[in-house]
């Protein structure tokens, strides 16, 4: 016995010898690879690295990130504060949030830090677009491109774009089964940037085919730049083309148009604007403004309009003062076309021919509804933030931002942090939107309320998404009412759209003519 013990002594012993060793390795390689972070620090400058953790050799902390989604950031948050560094999907990153920061970020464009985005969106999306454009050739295109989102354009989508979301929630009251919102949003959003937007003469099943063919490039838009068999980026790339020749025909004909019409649609408007400015657009740029225009607007219009139609729900009392506003302004009749009106909402939909009865102006008369649409976007922002690369080493809260760093500045942080506001941040409360507050607030405060980003990158067409979610909103309350589907509400996904895990299932259900105020269309 006294051999066969000495034996597994010996062995548990080796055993021990190797996980020490091992053990040691792992801290001697961590240590290793944070004091190469350590080092690449700009020598020049005084200024410390932002406090963080760098992880493990090449993973950095990126298998953490993945595990634990938007509590990664707010974890690391308080444990370092608004400023800190990290290693993510292989490049160092340093995290930023609060309204002074981001203000640093999104008006140093161009100066301190340049956009950032992956290769293969590069590839994707083409090299005329905005997101590829910097310096001058971006300053230009945003030119050309801010008569695509003017005043006078708006007016003109305005009518359409009420008529698609009135179709789409009689669509929805009519529908016996449960409706997955954030994909009926999806297929509604792509609808109305393609026939209204772009002018596109698409039927339905053109628009579904051409929206699942869409939602492939899309899907595929951060892939490994490899452009091999059944890779990401090669998917996208047969994507991308097959969208490419559908718009050729399309732009063909609008190239051949009579140059002195008025431009009716975003394509028009594109090509009347290069013009203007002495430059004759190619057929390649123009289909990808196109694509631009359609992802620009695809994932996150249909995010927000799905978020509006989750707050509503878990908020009736929002409900309630819209419909009073909407009384107040002369606004409360439901469509005479309704589901309901007419009796029921089941069988087929009859065409409807009822005039618009909203215009820019008369949304501009709904403060109570432009508060619930500011407030959506600021307690559920459809995008978590956006990446910069450092184009020098300069200072930020104290701490050195190396160049050739990435920066990510955070929308969701921000708005959670944001002490300007006399309710909590966590609220729903479309309220702190209301005039009275808002003059009490400080001069930095549009950093405090970011959904759109800033600066020279700010999004151009925010007038356009805030309108389309508050005509959602005022075709949804007074036309439906809805319920979940669900025994409880979805969980939030949060990367790379805030989206309900299971779609936000409901059950949508025609008013009544009174509950809806009485009468007929205008």
Known sequence: MFPWGLSCLSVLGAAGTALLCTGLLLSLAQHLWTLRWMLSRDRASTLPLPKGSMGWPFF??????????????????????TVFKTHLLGRPVIRVSGAENVRTILLGEHRLVRSQWPQSAHILLGEHTLLG????????????????????????????????????????????G????????????????????????????????????????????????????????????????????????????????????????????????????????????????????????FFTTASASTSLVLLLLQHPAAIAKIREELVAQGLG????????????GSGPLPDCDCEPDLSLAALGRLRYVDCVVKEVLRLLPPVSGGYRTA????????????????????????????????????????????AAREDSRGSCSRFHYIPFGGGARSCL??????????????????????????????????????????????????????????????
């Open 391 to 434: 184009l020098c080493t300069f200072e930020l809260d104290g701490y050195q931002i190396p160049k050739g760093w990435s920066v990510m500045y955070s929308i969701r942080d921000t708005h959670e942090t944001a002490a300007v506001y006399r309710s909590p941040p966590e609220g729903f409360d479309p309220e702190r939107f209301g």
């Open 333 to 344: 009749r439901a469509c005479g076309c309704a589901p309901g009106a007419a009796g029921g």
């Open 178 to 297: 449960p409706v997955s919102v954030y994909d009926a949003a999806k297929a509604l959003t792509f609808r109305m940037a393609a026939r209204i937007l772009l002018g596109l003469r698409l039927d339905e099943a053109q628009c579904a085919t051409l929206a699942r063919t869409f939602e492939e490039l899309v899907e595929n838009l951060f892939s490994l730049p490899l452009d091999v068999p059944f890779s990401g980026l090669r998917k996208g790339i047969r994507a991308r083309d097959q969208l490419h020749r559908h718009l050729e025909g399309a732009i063909y004909e609008k190239l051949h148009e009579d140059k002195a019409a008025e431009p009716g649609d975003a394509l028009d408007l594109i090509i009347h604007s290069a013009r203007e400015l002495g430059h004759e657009p190619s057929m390649q740029e123009l289909k990808e403004s196109a694509v631009e225009l359609l992802f620009a607007a």
């Open 60 to 81: 950095g902390e990126t298998l953490h990130w993945l595990a634990q989604g938007s509590r990664f950031h707010s974890s690391r948050r308080e444990r370092y504060g």
């Open 461 to 522: 067409g925010q007038e356009l998404a805030q309108a389309v979610l508050q005509l959602l909103a005022v075709e949804l309350v007074r036309t439906a009412r809805w319920e979940l589907a669900t025994p409880a509400f979805p969980a939030m996904q949060t990367v790379p759209i805030v989206h309900p895990v299971d779609g936000l299932r409901l059950f949508f259900h025609p008013l009544a003519p009174s509950a809806a105020g009485d009468g007929l269309c205008l």
């Open 133 to 176: 454009a910097v310096g001058d050739p971006h300053r230009r295109r945003r030119k050309v491109l801010a008569r695509v989102f003017s005043r006078a354009a708006l007016e003109r989508y305005v009518p359409r774009l009420q008529g698609a979301l009135r179709r789409e929630v009689r669509s929805w009251c009519a529908t016996r």
